[in-house]
């Protein structure tokens, strides 16, 4: 019983802040990258400095659970480590690697096998050894019992996700409406037809009706409907089932299909992409962001793997919504009456195949490039479906990622990290084959930064107001 609780006790090292002794504890279990943020916090740097830690001799001390301790006799210091080259060259992959560290640290099923074992020795050892009194020990054996039942649900029960499609009857399809759909036909202004070209289009003042209109428009502006000899009732058809296939999610919805396709229109346009591509190409292009996101549910892939939907089970925890948005693509353009691509060449899908990937995910995550008018309402609509996400983890006992838990994150963390080292980095390495976006995407998205940091200053600020007042009426009530 002494090693299972000197496995849990936590470890203390004492650093050299200014001059001044100060003592900082951490979880034998806690990342590397968390230590970093708390020797950081400890040494008031900001938390994203890359940073040394050395002893008083000045060798280096590796950052990690099984760093040595020390004593306030020998000081360790941090030291902001600043070879720019280096960082500006590694940052993205760096960031990449601490989301993936995160997530894997947060869902290891293993750690929670261990952990759950652990606790149940330490109970039935107490059983035996310490001669608890009865109404003690049925209380034990129930905990153990409750214990067992959580690891045994764990390991076999299958979560229904509610998808719309169940593809436990593999002989279902999809059956689209045969007659032509009854959206109305809109005749677009000159000034609607100029703003579709532009990041700047403005998303929310448009019915799903005029949503599906301009749609119909872009791939008849692109000369695809004319290349592929698609038939336009058809057309209309195809974008009528994808419209019934997205989900009133507060963000993974039929809007940000509309999104990402206007955006994905936009670059065509903007980095005269029409004189570059092949028309199959194109094809691919818009058809990917139409597509995206069908049949979302609502939880994303952690989720689906954690609780083990019927998604998750059936794709192996391989990339259960994505092959699941693919899978109801499919059975949609499977039917005749919505299969537009009969006359599109698979082979050529091929082509530039990465350039295309990137402009997806570009496209898929620029709702920050959009005026702040336009854009700050997307990031309220996420956070509602975060939050939505982990209640729902938190009430079946599964784990929450902190950048999803509602008591954790704010608007403006939520966003200053994401923009800073992933849409930057990505809209910057893409300006570098097309310079013409930097003025239209890559400069909005360093105001968008800017915004978000003056708005966390504020935070901050308040935040640390409302604590001096706390502190002062507490002293004032000591006083009387």
């Given at each position: 019983m002494g090693s299972s609780s000197s496995s849990y006790a936590p470890k203390t090292v004492y650093l050299d802040v200014d001059g001044k002794v100060q003592r900082v504890i951490f979880s034998r279990h806690c990342s590397p990258c968390d230590i970093r943020e708390l020797l950081?916090?400890?040494?008031?740097?900001?938390?994203?400095?890359?940073?040394?830690?050395?002893?008083?001799?000045?060798?280096?001390?590796?950052?990690?659970?099984?760093?040595?301790?020390?004593?306030?006799?020998?000081?360790?210091?941090?030291?902001?480590?600043?070879?720019?080259?280096?960082?500006k060259e590694d940052v993205f992959q760096n960031v990449?690697?601490?989301?993936?560290?995160?997530?894997?640290r947060a869902f290891r099923i293993n750690e929670l096998k261990t952990e759950v074992t652990n606790r149940l020795a330490v109970l039935e050892k107490r059983v035996e050894l310490e001669g608890l009194k009865v109404v003690e020990i049925e209380k034990c054996k129930y905990d153990m019992k409750k214990l067992r039942d959580e690891v045994m649900s764990r390991a076999s029960v299958r979560v229904n996700c509610n998808c719309k499609y169940n593809f436990s009857d593999d002989g279902k399809k999809l059956s689209p409406r045969r007659d032509v759909p009854s959206y109305p036909k809109y005749t677009l202004s000159q000034e609607t037809i100029e703003a579709l070209k532009k990041p700047t289009f403005d998303v929310w003042h448009w019915e799903h009706n005029e949503m599906l209109s301009c749609l119909e428009y872009m791939y008849h502006d692109l000369g695809l409907?004319?290349?592929?000899?698609?038939?336009?009732?058809?057309?209309?058809?195809?974008?009528?089932?994808?419209?019934?296939?997205?989900?009133?999610?507060?963000?993974?919805?039929?809007?940000?299909?509309?999104?990402?396709?206007?955006?994905?229109?936009?670059?065509?346009?903007?980095?005269?992409?029409?004189?570059?591509?092949?028309?199959?190409?194109?094809?691919?292009?818009?058809?990917?962001?139409?597509?995206?996101?069908?049949?979302?549910?609502?939880?994303?892939?952690?989720?689906?793997?954690?609780?083990?939907?019927?998604?998750?089970?059936?794709?192996?925890?391989?990339?259960p919504l994505e092959n699941h948005h693919c899978a109801v693509a499919f059975q949609i353009l499977s039917t005749p009456e919505c299969n537009i691509f009969a006359n599109v060449e698979p082979e050529s899908f091929r082509q530039i195949r990465q350039l295309k990937l990137v402009m997806i995910k570009c496209c898929d995550i620029s709702n920050e490039v959009r005026p702040t008018e336009v854009a700050e309402p997307w990031v309220d609509c996420l956070l509602e479906e975060y939050f939505m996400q982990s209640d729902r983890e938190k009430?079946?006992?599964?784990?929450?990622?902190?950048?999803?838990?509602?008591?954790?994150?704010?608007?403006?963390?939520?966003?200053?990290?994401?923009?800073?080292?992933?849409?930057?980095?990505?809209?910057?390495?893409?300006?570098k084959l097309f310079p013409q976006i930097e003025e239209v995407m890559v400069q909005p998205l360093r105001d968008s930064r800017d915004h978000y940091e003056e708005l966390k200053q504020i935070d901050d600020a308040m935040s640390e107001a409302q604590k001096k007042k706390t502190e002062n009426m507490s002293l004032g009530g000591n006083k009387k």
């Open positions: 950081c916090t400890s040494s008031n740097i900001a938390r994203n400095t890359a940073i040394l830690l050395v002893d008083s001799e000045g060798a280096l001390i590796s950052i990690d659970p099984t760093m040595p301790t020390n004593s306030p006799s020998n000081l360790y210091k941090v030291v902001p480590h600043t070879s720019e080259g280096e960082v990449l690697s601490q989301v993936a560290e995160q997530f894997s409907v004319k290349e592929f000899n698609m038939n336009p009732i058809t057309v209309k058809r195809w974008l009528l089932a994808i419209q019934e296939n997205y989900r009133d999610n507060p963000f993974h919805n039929f809007r940000h299909c509309f999104c990402v396709s206007q955006m994905m229109y936009g670059m065509l346009h903007l980095c005269n992409l029409k004189d570059k591509l092949s028309m199959t190409d194109m094809c691919v292009l818009m058809t990917a962001a139409v597509c995206h996101d069908l049949d979302h549910p609502g939880y994303n892939n952690t989720y689906q793997i954690n609780a083990r939907t019927e998604l998750a089970v059936r794709y192996n925890d391989i990339s009430s079946e006992g599964l784990p929450v990622a902190p950048f999803m838990d509602r008591d954790k994150v704010t608007k403006p963390t939520a966003q200053i990290g994401f923009i800073k080292f992933v849409l930057i980095p990505m809209f910057e390495t893409f300006m």
